[in-house]
């Protein structure tokens, strides 16, 4: 029994590596497909330009590019939107935003999968995860932040929500099509602000508001070559 679960694991392995061999020697990058440039108003929303740290720029590949503003709707609501275009290398281009979010002192709680109807385009799946991290106060008192965000991956074609799916897609258009689509990970987060304001939103209206937020963003960041569902 043991012998044939060997045998099997070698062949799987020997599969494996040999896929090596049926790359092509020299790839074709397909274009671009989301706009890297933020709008700077969004209906009610107006966004600011908001740094990207070196940290962040170092744990990436040095062709990766980024785009980030921080939007506000003049009423009290803030969302934080970010762009990550990954350069060449897909392995180091970019990655599952749960490392990021470790990385940054966040507790995370197992993303879900979220679908969000795009008007007059079609629907889009997401990954939502919820947040959460001590900080404290100017006066030295622990204070709670929660947070949720949704993010998902645009190549040139295709959408997906999962980071392993987006590494098959590549991993098949490499083998089988000899080309690479250049993959974007594009997030919105938003706090929920309940705790630490008289008039702070529930999960619930975090929800929406992030909801209501994708459903203008994504027409605008998204080209016309993407396929939705």
Known sequence: MTTSRLAILLAVLLAGLSSVYLLPEKLGF???GIELRLPEYLGQWWGQEMQVSQKERDTLGPDTEFARKGYDNGIGAQV???VVLAGEDM????????????????????????????????KLDVMRVQNSKQVMTRDGKPL??????????AGSKDLTPSHFQ???????DRIMGGYVQRWAMIMVSADI???????GRNETATDK???D????????????TLQYD
């Open 30 to 32: 397909q274009p671009v």
């Open 80 to 82: 934080l939107a970010s």
């Open 91 to 122: 392995m180091t281009g970019i990655h599952r935003p749960e490392r990021c979010l470790a990385a940054q002192g966040w507790t995370f709680q197992t993303p879900t999968a979220r679908m969000i109807e795009i008007p007059g385009a079609g």
């Open 144 to 153: 709670e932040i929660r947070n949720i965000c949704y993010y998902w991956f």
């Open 166 to 172: 987006r590494v098959w897609i590549d991993s098949r």
């Open 193 to 199: 602000t309940e705790a630490h304001d008289r008039f």
């Open 209 to 211: 508001l992030l909801t």
């Open 213 to 224: 937020f994708v459903q203008q963003i994504a027409p605008k960041v998204h080209k016309p």
